[in-house]
């Protein structure tokens, strides 16, 4: 049995033979046979990983490795606090590390949950002779296996429709599509995209009007949504730019930190300084080198910008992806539920000699009418008023307002009817209020064939027939129509005039329907309904037509504009029609009068080369599937685009996941889209994203602040050290191993956490977004690093030569504190890189205040506390010691603000 076939270009006889089944269905004994040739009909997950191989991830770091370097060493040396810090320092990084990175992968596991739990097939059990309806769990329908399918029920695999009966499904899960799609049975031609087989069904799609039959012909990952969670699963998630930096960044402090050392040992053979000492010195050195802080700083000062995302309604699964955003140059969106509101609105309505438009988005019944721009009251209006009726009332659709917490609007039903009911509720009618004044008697069921619905009411002892559907076919049952409550005979200007707005209106993307009535006697309905189903001459009188999309989010084009200003490009990619796309794309700002719009079938007969050039200039891809979206993404990714990536269903999950950063919408999106996004919109706002975006470039700004706090500490300490053995050619270490610790992870480590949180820095949304190479340490910094470092050793050096003649301890506690206190004023230096710290003002930032009070706290606890002294090898200074220490260390201040000066005039006579 051949399963790749394009089962939509077969008919049905075609396909029961194709399958080597039978149109009543499977036998138990065969349905067995085929469960075990083709293997349960579920979603296979990927080996998860597990909480070891995260851990283990944690250590596997240059930095990691010298630090244990240093604490083997210091445990030759007999330094055993010097080891246990160190040890102490490994283990916190290592679990710092572990839990922001432990998020359990259940993209699959959601993938699961959206299938159905059971399926109602036919089969024949071995002791009947004949079919039998049965319930069955989901997992075991096989290939073959035929399918019952009524409103309401979940598809339980892909299979082929035999029968159809005004059977309309939801796929836009899969698909994209705002509408339901109305099934048939008829064969198609080969090559259409999976949204226009129309004779096929979807696992894990959902019926909403209507029955059917149909025979499987897919199942697990056989299935459309099987290829979305192979594709899942096949997509290795790319690196965020601020990954690849601090792993560089860590490599390279590593080596360096190793070459320090051994150039150390070289200088201590040099000068004749005995083994041990030359050890220690080493030792000290490597330590120096390694801002131990970082891997903790680096998640706080993310956590600081998940928590600013949060109060934003962005919220942040994984660290890195706070950074990503504010690198991101490209956000490939989908439409539906994303840049639209997934609630079909009803905007036109046509009735008499008037268009009216209609305002408000959703289901809550609010919005104004608009006659030429003017306030229209539509319950003045003859005409108005009873085309909204006629869409109320021939209708099965509710509108139900919920008050679980907080109070919003829901539909049941179809939400073309809810959209017209929508409509009417806005003008002040009540369903239920005016179905107790036209009480239906009758109707006749809306029909893919006859492609319209009519219902039949009783009001004041006569019949009103409601007819609404397709226009063309309304107007074929039309011989008058109605204007200004009155009726008069329709001419052919009038039928010209109606399909020249019909087509109009179908150009702005709007689902039209026509709408007729008709007064009949009760002995009438039945001659009527035949009539109506036999397209024999009915005499409707035609009222209107009413128009209707999936509108785009009112707060959508103001976002799409500060993106723009930001330099970041807005591409669409959708499942829906063509028509749909260019007419939201051209409303929201995102294409212009003459942009193209590719279809995914274009994209299919293009090779990657082509893709990447029309890349390049489009903005808008129509009716694609979901791994065209992942071709999208990768191939922007080619053109050297940092991808975000946003979307609600599961056809956008794969695309997700290979994007930098994938968003999903909190409220309408499937547990497969969040499970598999960094972030996830709680408020499903568009809007929500440009504020992440400006987060997270804040974010990245605030990072480099913290780094260069970090490795101007480690220069200084380096230089300091260095100095201190080739110019003073000092006999000891003039600070130990552990001093350093306190000053990288006490020190420093306070005064980080402050600067993470740091304001924004100018107009940050008025920039380009930074480049994916763009260094975190760059050739300024490095510049910035270096006069700092030398102040702090010429300042340290300064004071050890003071002190030098007082015993080791003093000395040592000397040069401790000085390093110590060139930090606490260097903090004040890292708030800006031009800024003068007079401009922004000492109390801009008030945890920085109170984080240099804390570290000067702590500084004091390790000076004047017993056991402090003894863990840190310090002892109490004096106020003449602290009146030398800080005039020295203020110099650092004092420096730095003379280069900003320096820098500001520079940029200056560039511009």
Partial sequence: MDLEQQWHTLNTDETISALEAHQEGLTVAEAEKRLEEYGLNELEGDRKISKLDILLSQVKNPLVYVLVAAG??????????????????????????????????????????QAAPEAEVIRKPEDSEEYIEMTVPAKYVVPGDVILMDEGDRVPA???????????????????????????????????????????LYGGTAITRGRGRAIVYATGKSTEMGKISTLIQETEK?????????????????????????????????????????????????????PEGLPAVMSITLAVGVNRMAKRNA??????????????????????????????????????????????????????FRFQDDDFD?????????????????????????????EYWDIRGDPTEAAMIVAAAKAGFNKETQEKKYHRIDELPFSSKTKFMATFHEHDDEVWAFIKG??????????????????????????????????????????????????????????????????????????????????????????????????????????????????????????????????????????????????????VFARVAPDHKHRLVQSLQRLGYVVAM?????????????????????????????????????????????????????????VRKVVKLLLATNAGEILTLLSALVILTVEGLIITP???????????????????????????????????????????????????????????????????????????????????MFQVFNAFNCRSQKQSIFQMGFFSNPYLLLGIAGSVLMQVFALYVPFMQEALETVPITLRDWGLIIPVTVSILVVDEIRKLIQRQLDRRQK
């Avoid at 432990?102 to 596991?109: K, S, V």
């Avoid at 409303?587 to 029309?614: Q, W």
């Avoid at 889209?673 to 804040?698: C, H, P, Q």
């Avoid at 380009?768 to 050793?793: G, H, T, Y």
């Fill in 470 to 619: 397709a226009p063309e076919k309304i107007l074929s049952f039309c011989q008058h129509i109605q204007i200004n409550g009155e009726t008069r005979k329709l001419s052919e200007e009038d039928r010209e005039k109606i399909l020249e707005q019909n087509y109009e209106m179908a150009d702005q993307a709007l689902r039209v329907l026509g709408l007729a009535y008709l007064k009949i006697s009760r002995d009438a309905i039945e001659s009527t309904k035949e009539n109506l189903e036999y397209d024999h001459d009915v005499k409707m009188i035609f009222v209107g037509l009413s128009g209707m999309m999936d509108p785009p989010r009112e707060e959508v084009f103001e976002a799409i504009k500060k993106c723009k200003t930001a330099g970041i490009r807005v591409i669409m990619a959708t499942g829906d029609h063509q028509i749909t796309a260019r007419a939201i794309a051209r409303s929201i700002g995102i294409l212009d009068k003459d942009g193209k719009v590719i279809t995914g079938t274009e994209v299919e007969d293009m090779d990657d080369e082509a893709l990447e050039e029309e890349l390049r200039e489009v903005n």
């Fill in 646 to 702: 946003t979307g609600d269903g599961v056809n956008d999950a794969p695309a997700l996941q290979a994007a930098e950063i994938g968003i999903a919408m909190g409220i309408t999106g499937t547990d497969v889209t969040k499970e598999t996004a960094e972030m996830v919109l709680t408020d499903d706002n568009f809007a929500s994203i440009v504020n992440a975006v400006e987060e997270g470039r804040i974010v990245f700004a605030n």
């Fill in 378 to 406: 539509p319950c003045e209006d003859p005409d108005i008023r009873l085309a909204l009726k006629i869409g109320l009332l021939c209708n099965d659709a509710r509108l139900t307002k919920h008050r679980n917490g907080e």
């Fill in 158 to 200: 892909d299979a082929r429709l035999i029968e159809a009966f005004n059977l309309e499904v939801d796929e836009a899960m899969l698909t994209g599509e705002s509408f339901s799609v109305q099934k048939e049975t008829d064969p198609l031609q080969a090559d259409l995209p999976a949204a226009d087989r129309t004779n096929l």
């Fill in 72 to 113: 083997i060493i210091s445990l030759i040396a007999g330094k055993n606090t010097d080891a246990i810090v160190i040890g102490a320092v490994i283990i916190f990084n290592t679990l710092i590390g572990f839990f922001q990175e432990y998020r359990a992968e259940e993209a699959l596991e959601a993938l699961k949950s």
């Fill in 238 to 290: 790319v690196q965020s730019p601020l990954q690849k930096q601090i792993s560089d960044l860590g490599t390279k402090l590593g080596i360096f930190a190793f070459i320090i050392a051994l150039v150390m040992v070289g200088v201590g053979l040099l000068v004749a300084l005995d083994l041990e000492e030359i050890f220690l010195f080493a030792l000290a050195t490597a330590v120096s080198s390694i």
């Fill in 315 to 368: 919220i942040i699964r994984r660290l890195p992806a706070v950074d990503t955003l504010g690198a991101a140059s490209v956000i490939c969106s989908d439409k539906t539920g994303t840049l639209t509101t997934n609630k079909m609105t009803v905007q036109k309505i046509m009735a008499g000699d008037k268009l009216i438009e209609i305002s408000g988005t959703g289901y809550e019944p609010k919005g104004n």
């Fill in 738 to 820: 552990v001093q350093i610790l306190w000053i990288n992870l006490v020190t420093d480590g306070i005064l980080d956490i402050t600067l993470a949180m740091e304001p924004k820095e100018g107009p940050v949304m008025e920039e380009p977004p930074r480049k994916q190479n763009a260094r975190i340490v760059n050739k300024e910094i490095i510049f910035n690093i270096l006069i700092v470092a030398i102040v702090m050793a010429v300042g340290t050096l300064f004071v050890y030569q003071q002190t030098s003649n007082s015993e080791r301890m003093i000395a040592q506690t000397m040069v401790f504190t000085t390093l110590a």
